[in-house]
């Protein structure tokens, strides 16, 4: 397959990258990891008025319509970026998911408010430390509304809708909640990385609305999880270059013995590693980024591969550009534990590594 991002997929790229070099640098990441920010609202106003948080919306619901292919992108220097916005759960999975399954009301309701950045949406699923499954859902609607409570959800804390997954008389369904209206409670958790807000959703008779279709919970969920990886992992992967990046550099200017520590074969070898897995991760998303774009049968494989390959890398490049550092790697000072934080939280996201690797191996043993 011959396939690269256009002309003008680039410019939005490139547009994206000086709008956060410009607003969202380190010191901006800090003050929310410091705690005087619940995220950088300004970057967030920011990125919507640039229509970045529209980018795959359709225009009749406020968008851009960039397409996929643009947002993808866009999540690769949101990942270089760190940028503590909660870009990922509102756009790469509720509004997403409202473009999928809504109905046109939900449409025109929501999706506009999305774009515009007035509404940070997020996706409720998990309920135990255990991986979710269609059989140990609990969280239930019943005639008194929804109850049950969800598990460390991501941007939970600032969020205004939530999609919860949720057991209804005829299956799963996936359920829209005003996070704002009665019956609904959040309890802050504590993270390896703070700049996402994580909260425990708890719903006691909360009125909700169904989304798509009744019983289809599930179904939806995994479908909507297959396109969101391929966000998320061009996300990991803009993570992975920027830790790369920063290893090289330091590498490069840090003398020792009269000779730059780049020079010595044990920080050669192990940037080389960091290189090769970020290749490899990066060729896979651009094959799932056509999958995505194009909406093909071969999605749920090209989105597994992505999104292991896309872990394993940031992973592996966010840990060793600490050990390139040394011991400065390890102070508050440097910047390296904001991506290995980052890198460690995204993995968790959508289901950890092992489940991603499961999905990998159905999706090729269908396709053998």
């Not at 009749?60 to 940028?83: D, N, P, R, T």
């Amino acid at each position: 397959m011959d396939f690269d991002f256009s002309e003008e997929e680039r410019l939005v790229q490139e547009q994206t990258a000086r709008f956060l070099r410009d607003r969202c640098d380190m010191a901006a990441v800090r003050r929310v990891l410091d705690g005087e920010q619940v995220y950088a609202s300004d970057v967030w106003q920011g990125v919507a008025e640039l229509g970045l948080a529209g980018t795959a919306i359709a225009e009749a619901y406020g968008g851009v319509e960039a397409g996929h292919l643009s947002l993808c992108l866009v999540a690769q220097e949101m990942g270089a970026h760190v940028a503590p916005v909660p870009f990922s759960s509102s756009v790469y999975l509720a509004a997403e998911a409202l473009s999928l399954f809504g109905s046109d009301a939900q449409k025109s309701r929501w999706l506009p408010q999305i774009a515009a950045g007035e509404v940070i949406g997020t996706v409720a699923v998990n309920e135990t430390l255990s991986q979710p499954t269609a059989d140990n859902i609990t969280c239930a609607v019943t005639a008194g509304g929804l109850s049950g409570s969800k598990l460390a959800v991501a941007d939970g804390g600032i969020a205004h809708l939530a999609l919860v997954l949720a057991r209804g008389e005829d299956g799963l369904d996936m359920r829209l909640v005003e996070l704002a209206g009665k019956g609904v409670q959040r309890a802050a958790v504590d993270t390896v990385d703070p700049t996402r807000n994580t909260a425990t959703l708890s719903f006691d008779g909360a009125d909700s609305e169904l989304l798509g279709d009744a019983g289809q919970g599930w179904a939806q969920l995994q479908r909507l999880y297959d396109r969101a990886a391929v966000l998320f992992a061009f996300e990991q992967v803009g993570g992975a270059q920027a830790a790369l990046d920063m290893a090289v550099g330091y590498a490069q200017e840090r003398f020792a013995f009269g000779r730059p520590i780049g020079s010595f074969q044990a920080l050669k070898h192990m940037m080389a590693d960091m290189y090769v897995a970020l290749k490899l991760a990066e060729s896979n998303c651009y094959y799932a980024a056509w999958a995505l774009a194009s909406d093909a049968p071969e999605l749920p494989l090209a989105a597994a591969t992505a999104r292991v390959s896309a872990t394993q890398a940031y992973q592996l490049c966010s840990r060793d550009n600490i050990q390139v550092h040394g011991g400065m790697g390890f102070t508050w000072e440097f910047d390296c534990h904001l991506y290995y934080r980052r890198s460690n939280y995204l993995a968790l996201q959508l289901g950890g590594l092992s489940v991603w690797e499961n999905k990998l191996v159905d999706a090729l043993a269908r396709a053998a």
